[in-house]
């Protein structure tokens, strides 16, 4: 049986790190691009026996990502896989401060990281595969916060925000050609990640809502990486993935 390829970004820690380990079983080919590998998943690899390449790549230079994956991909033979599919996972938060106190190099780099990026290797994954002749799907990891405004979020709102529409307007393209893929940007829920870490350690006078993160710590709402996950590849695995070019795991 031929292996399905899934190219993850930002496969080393949190909902990635859960996402890529939940893929390493057999029929699975894992391609992971992050800043750092992981030795975990590494030897959960090895564990399972599954084919896996671990790339260190930092996306906040999507032009050299791109033209990596790119190269690696016309190296492979169309009829290699049995699909194919891109998750793009990876994102940056910048200082948690109103948008007039930020660094402009630290939003140029969320905005790189979590639209940029995930635009140019989605061209360069549609682009490169397709010919092939398997199932292909795009799954952008977005955040209820591209559909919710929050002071002190611009940066990472608007780069959701962008992979959300993007998204709308690659399901428009893909809609029209013989085997386009199927595309969604999808919502994972609140995720007890660095982010949330992130997000309750802000300045609450810098950060209003701060104090509501808190709370859904203390009250236990946070899903586990391991369950996000979960909840995630259920719904790639979905016969109608993409119907909704974006959705939430929440709906049904």
């Known amino acids: 049986?031929?292996?399905?390829?899934?190219?993850?970004?930002?496969?080393?820690?949190?909902?990635?790190?859960?996402?890529?380990?939940?893929?390493?079983?057999?029929?699975?080919?894992?391609?992971?691009?992050?800043?750092?590998?992981?030795?975990?998943?590494?030897?959960?690899?090895?564990?399972?026996?599954?084919?896996?390449?671990?790339?260190?790549?930092?996306?906040?230079?999507?032009?050299?990502?791109?033209?990596?994956?790119?190269?690696?991909?016309?190296?492979?033979?169309?009829?290699?896989?049995?699909?194919?599919?891109?998750?793009?996972?990876?994102?940056?938060?910048?200082?948690?401060?109103?948008?007039?106190?930020?660094?402009?190099?630290?939003?140029?780099?969320?905005?790189?990281?979590?639209?940029?990026?995930?635009m140019q290797l989605t061209a360069t994954f549609l682009r490169c595969t397709e010919h092939w002749p398997g199932p292909r799907r795009v799954l952008n990891i977005s955040s209820g916060l591209g559909r919710r405004a929050m002071a002190s979020q611009a940066a990472y709102c608007a780069a959701k925000a962008g992979m959300d529409h993007f998204s709308r307007c690659l399901a428009l393209d893909e809609a029209a050609k013989p085997n386009g893929a199927r595309v969604c940007s999808l919502a994972p829920g609140v995720i007890d990640t660095d982010m949330q870490l992130q997000l309750r350690g802000a300045d609450a006078a810098s950060f209003p809502e701060r104090n509501n993160f808190a709370t859904l710590k203390e009250q236990g709402l946070l899903a586990s990486p391991a369950d996000a996950a979960k909840r995630v590849l259920a719904w790639l695995a979905r016969a109608d993935f993409g119907v909704n070019p974006a959705a939430d795991v929440r709906e049904s």
Not at 32 to 45: D, G, K, N, P
Not at 52 to 68: K, P, V
Not at 77 to 83: H, M, R, T
Not at 102 to 115: H, M, T
């Open 1 to 118: 049986m031929k292996n399905h390829l899934t190219i993850i970004t930002g496969a080393s820690r949190g909902l990635g790190l859960e996402l890529a380990l939940q893929l390493l079983k057999p029929g699975q080919q894992l391609l992971c691009m992050s800043r750092q590998t992981s030795q975990v998943l590494e030897r959960a690899a090895q564990d399972a026996s599954v084919p896996l390449l671990q790339w260190q790549q930092d996306l906040a230079d999507g032009l050299a990502a791109s033209a990596r994956l790119a190269a690696w991909l016309r190296d492979q033979q169309p009829g290699s896989y049995a699909g194919a599919t891109l998750i793009n996972n990876a994102g940056v938060i910048p200082a948690i401060v109103p948008l007039s106190q930020s660094d402009p190099q630290e939003l140029a780099l969320a905005l790189r990281v979590g639209l940029e990026a995930p």
